[in-house]
């Protein structure tokens, strides 16, 4: 919420001097105005996913409170096959997962490596877009860059030097073609960079989450079915 606050406050103060507008206004090919709108509708993915993974770091921690108590553990199947006695969550859903491993395999070893690899791609979810989404905002600016060089040389062929409104007329759109190079790279360097940060803060509590998810089942949840099994 900092980090967006900044950015908002950012893009006010950039509004306010009129430079988005300059921007906008000097880039005839809009690639600048695409960049705003893929940066804007990441950022709100982004918000939406980081709002997701707090709900679950949310109820991990829940559920870690409940697993805590020795009575708990001691009848940890009987926890789980109850659907409000965890949080709803994937966490929650993991330990019924492993409950449900534990009971159908009968005795030995608990192994939840397969069972991780699942909680691990159902956590990350969509978070592979802000990779796509940075890539793409890069992409564009590049785009933008060699559209505006094209712009920019191509009166170069027809310039007579001694027509003096000629001469005018090419500057003029050797000129635009500049600013189209300059703004839509700009646009697409600084979303591209703003976008991994969101998404590499994004991707650290999303592993945070599965720690804390691996820590409470290895600590906790597995030592216990190995018990109840060996009885």
């Given at each position: 919420?900092?980090?967006?606050?900044?950015?908002?406050?950012a893009?006010?103060?950039?509004?306010?001097?009129?430079?988005?507008?300059?921007?906008?206004?000097?880039?005839?090919?809009?690639?600048?105005?695409?960049?705003?709108?893929?940066?804007?509708a990441?950022?709100?993915?982004?918000?939406?996913?980081?709002?997701?993974?707090?709900?679950?770091?949310?109820?991990?921690?829940?559920?870690?409170?409940?697993?805590?108590?020795?009575?708990?553990?001691?009848?940890?199947?009987a926890?789980?096959?109850?659907?409000?006695?965890?949080?709803?969550?994937?966490?929650?859903?993991h330990?019924?997962?492993?409950?449900?491993?534990?009971?159908?395999?009968?005795?030995?070893?608990?192994?939840?490596t397969?069972?991780?690899?699942?909680?691990?791609?159902?956590?990350?979810?969509?978070?592979?877009f802000?990779?796509?989404?940075?890539?793409?905002?890069?992409?564009?600016?590049?785009?933008?860059?060699?559209?505006?060089?094209?712009?920019?040389?191509a009166?170069?062929?027809?310039?007579?030097?001694?027509?003096?409104?000629?001469?005018?007329?090419?500057?003029?759109?050797?000129?635009?073609?500049?600013?189209?190079?300059?703004?839509?790279?700009?646009?697409?360097?600084?979303?591209?960079?703003?976008?991994?940060?969101?998404y590499?803060?994004?991707?650290?509590?999303?592993?945070?989450?599965?720690?804390?998810?691996v820590?409470?089942?290895?600590?906790?949840?597995?030592?216990?079915?190995?018990r109840?099994?060996?009885?």
């Amino acid at each position: 919420m900092i980090f967006i606050g900044l950015c908002a406050f950012a893009g006010i103060l950039l509004w306010h001097y009129g430079l988005i507008q300059l921007m906008l206004a000097s880039d005839r090919t809009y690639i600048s105005a695409v960049i705003c709108l893929l940066f804007v509708a990441s950022s709100l993915h982004c918000l939406w996913r980081t709002m997701a993974i707090a709900r679950e770091a949310d109820a991990g921690r829940e559920a870690a409170l409940i697993l805590v108590k020795p009575e708990a553990v001691a009848s940890i199947a009987a926890i789980s096959s109850r659907q409000d006695a965890l949080p709803a969550g994937l966490v929650a859903d993991h330990i019924r997962n492993l409950v449900v491993k534990a009971q159908t395999q009968g005795n030995g070893r608990v192994d939840q490596t397969l069972l991780l690899r699942s909680l691990a791609d159902r956590l990350r979810g969509s978070n592979a877009f802000g990779a796509f989404a940075s890539d793409t905002l890069m992409k564009l600016g590049l785009l933008g860059t060699i559209i505006g060089f094209i712009i920019m040389l191509a009166p170069i062929a027809g310039i007579d030097a001694t027509d003096r409104a000629i001469m005018k007329s090419s500057m003029g759109l050797m000129s635009d073609g500049m600013a189209i190079a300059m703004y839509t790279t700009l646009a697409g360097l600084v979303g591209s960079i703003l976008l991994k940060i969101q998404y590499y803060m994004l991707d650290a509590a999303t592993a945070r989450v599965f720690s804390q998810a691996v820590t409470l089942t290895e600590t906790r949840v597995v030592p216990a079915l190995e018990r109840l099994h060996e009885r």
